[in-house]
């Protein structure tokens, strides 16, 4: 196991500085959230910086708040890709569609860029990895590939590694258990957080991420520790990210910043149990299996299309 911290967790803040507390906190890596100063300085800078301060970047998130030129998948998922190369990044981050299906036309373009993604990382050691959606209203659960086992069959299908994010299990119909034993062998990346009603004032959906999903570990109502032991005993190699909000974390004021991050290793450190060997990159299936190579994922993505009737045949 390895300890990340999700750059998005302190948005605002420089990346030196990021990656200082980072360091000091006892993370080994970061999962890079795409933020101006990423565009601005570009991958190659940020691969450095990191370098300096003996941080890796495991994984490449995409912006989130908005930012001009990354709202749709097409232009989203090649710079999100040309960025994880230049930053060497193993993994690119991407949730499902906010699409009813992915046959409307929303649901359509992420498919085509999931495609163009596929070949583009083809012989990288970049690879994309989905992660599953979280709940704040009702309607969420209408999109596509927003039940755990219909997001497993699609990764099943693609051979695409996957992200656990333990508060969006939670707002789903599994429980974290449930949520676990279904996306278990193909996990990745573990993006933790607790998860807590806020008080009534404040409970509106749109302040949830930040309010409700996301809080410290050990501070909500999800078995954490219990779960962290059953990822230790399951021999779970990969990183754990921290993705706390930055209002858990009273970003306004840097050293309790640093007590709650310092809190957060403590947490995992004590909870996650059972010494690990062998590092584990890439998920299991890839391990034992031959891979598919780039061409099979995309004739199985086409079948994909094919069964919701996308592409007429010729
Ligand atoms: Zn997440």
Known sequence: ME???STGCIYIYPLR?????????????????????VELRAGRYVRRLAKSYGLTIFSLHPPILPLPGWSDYRTIVPRLIDLA?????????LHPPNARSLADDRGRRYVEALREGLQRTEGTDVRIALENRAFFRPRDRGY????????RAFADELDLPLILDTSHAATSSYSLAEAYHILADRLVNIHLSDLRSPPWPLDISYLHTYLKHHQMPGDGQLPLADFLSHLAADGYCGPITL??????????????????????????RRAFRVPCSNKRQ???????LPPLTSNDRVLALEFELHRHNLLSPD
């Open 243 to 268: 993705e706390i909000s930055p209002i858990a974390l009273r970003i306004w004021w840097p050293p309790s910043v640093k007590r709650q991050l310092a809190r957060c290793v403590a947490y995992v």
């Open 17 to 37: 500085f990021t990656f200082s507390i980072a360091r000091e906190s006892g993370f080994a890596g970061v999962e890079l959230v795409v933020a101006p100063e």
């Open 3 to 5: 300890l990340s911290l």
């Open 85 to 93: 190369l230049e930053a060497g990044a193993g993994y690119v981050v």
């Open 144 to 151: 596509v590939l927003s039940d755990l086992r219909e997001l």
């Open 282 to 288: 890439r998920p299991p299936t890839t391990e034992l």
